[in-house]
């Protein structure tokens, strides 16, 4: 392991954006039901083997993988049940819970992948441990940059959307409607954020509602109330609707994908990403569950004090339960000397696909409260990869 001490902040003064999607968009419909697909697998059978790719547009939904579980699943029911949860239940909506047309093309998971899993011994295959579930490689960050240890740009882009769909599910907006899009530009000096340049919200909306209302409302009921006032000044544009009209929406607009929006759901393009998508695939899988043990560790880094900035990458190759390598970066910010910091992470965590399972208690059917909004900064028990639990047995190898 290796703890790079260059410094990242090169520059004194620099712009950096980050956006965020809502539950409506076509990408996140995929998602949603693909995570309520594992969902119910895992409350049923909770050593089942998921990998559940959804594909929506226009009035239809396919849902597609590799599945081997004990459970008995109605997929079709699940899919619409996902979708009316979304909001797609309006009169003019194409693309409605009760009327999409829903397509299943699942098989079971590959018996040479399975092998590779299996905690057992097979010809071939080095060992009798649990191994990945695939190759690849996963990042997770950290920083102190905000109370949930998250980049500033990807969480308030969150904080907007999240908003947003918060009033248009309590009906109090009845022009709201569910897709919609956030984007916020943090402005950066001496590696700190000091201000806001720029917001972007396009939402989807009914036909009979003028431009002007829907500037109005997300300006004065959704920016100004989630948005850190000192950051925001004269100088901030407010771009709200930029096309104009944005009433054909969701996947009657626009297809949708599973895993599409690794972006989004990790930390907005500042931490660097391994390119494994995590919506609709169990614990087994190092894309996943890898990737928030990483931040689990960064998260635990930062909180004890040990960097302002932390990211860890595992890689791993599939069958085998070591992984290949794990990097830390604290991008010059380490308070301690990097030897201490890889003694300790290297003494409190284990990295084996089978014993971050254990460790982060994944077998639950939690998954489906990660896939809008971000699948790291949010404060709920469940989502055991953001707890700093770990923060006094760092501290104390140290």
């Not at 409506?24 to 049923?44: E, N, R, Y």
């Not at 001496?190 to 209302?213: C, L, M, R, W």
């Not at 009921?221 to 609707?241: D, H, Q, Y």
Request: with cysteine.
């Amino acid at each position: 392991m290796h703890v790079n001490i260059e410094p990242k902040y090169m520059s004194s003064s620099y712009i950096f954006s980050s956006e965020s999607v809502g539950e409506g968009h076509p990408d996140k419909v995929a998602d949603t039901i693909s995570d309520a697909v594992l969902d119910a697998c895992l409350t049923q059978d909770k050593f089942s083997r998921v990998a559940c790719e959804t594909y929506v547009k226009s009035n239809i939904a396919i849902v597609g993988g590799e599945i081997t579980t004990r459970a008995k699943l109605d997929f079709v029911k699940i899919a619409r049940e996902a979708i009316r949860e979304i909001g797609y239940v309006n009169d003019d909506d194409v693309f409605h819970a009760d009327k999409v047309f829903v397509n299943v093309i699942v098989t079971q998971q590959s018996p040479d992948i399975a092998q590779g899993v299996d905690a057992k011994k097979a010809k071939g295959k080095r060992t009798a441990k649990q191994g990945a579930g695939d190759q690849g490689l996963m990042f997770g960050y950290a920083c102190n940059e905000t109370p949930e240890l998250m980049p500033a740009p990807i969480m308030f882009a969150h904080r907007l959307g999240r908003e947003l769909t918060k009033i248009r599910k309590s009906g109090k907006v009845p022009w709201l409607r569910p897709d919609a899009k956030s984007q916020v530009s943090v402005v950066y000096e001496n590696g700190k954020p000091v201000a806001i340049s720029n917001v972007v919200i396009s939402t989807q909306h009914a036909a009979d509602v003028q431009h002007g209302e829907i500037e109005k409302f997300c300006i004065k009921n959704v920016i100004e109330k989630v948005l850190p006032a000192r950051l925001i000044n004269k100088k901030t544009e407010f771009l709200i609707n930029p096309t104009g009209r944005f009433v054909v929406g969701g996947p009657q607009g626009d297809t949708g994908l599973t895993g599409r929006k690794i972006i989004v759901d990790t930390y907005g393009g500042w931490g660097r990403h391994g390119g494994g998508a995590f919506s609709g695939k169990d614990p087994t899988k190092v894309d996943r569950s890898a990737a928030y043990m990483g931040r689990w560790v960064a998260k635990n880094v930062v909180a004890a004090g040990l960097a302002t900035h932390c990211e860890v990458q595992f890689a791993y190759a599939i069958g085998h339960p070591d992984p290949v390598s794990v990097h830390v970066d604290t991008f010059g910010t380490s308070k301690v000397a990097a030897a201490k910091i890889i003694k300790a992470i290297n003494k409190v965590f284990s990295f084996q696909p089978a014993d971050i399972i254990d460790q982060l208690d994944l077998r639950r059917p939690i998954y489906s409260k990660t896939t809008n909004y971000g699948h790291f900064g949010k404060k709920d028990k469940d989502l055991t990869w953001e707890s700093t639990n770990k923060v006094e047995a760092l501290l104390k190898v140290i």
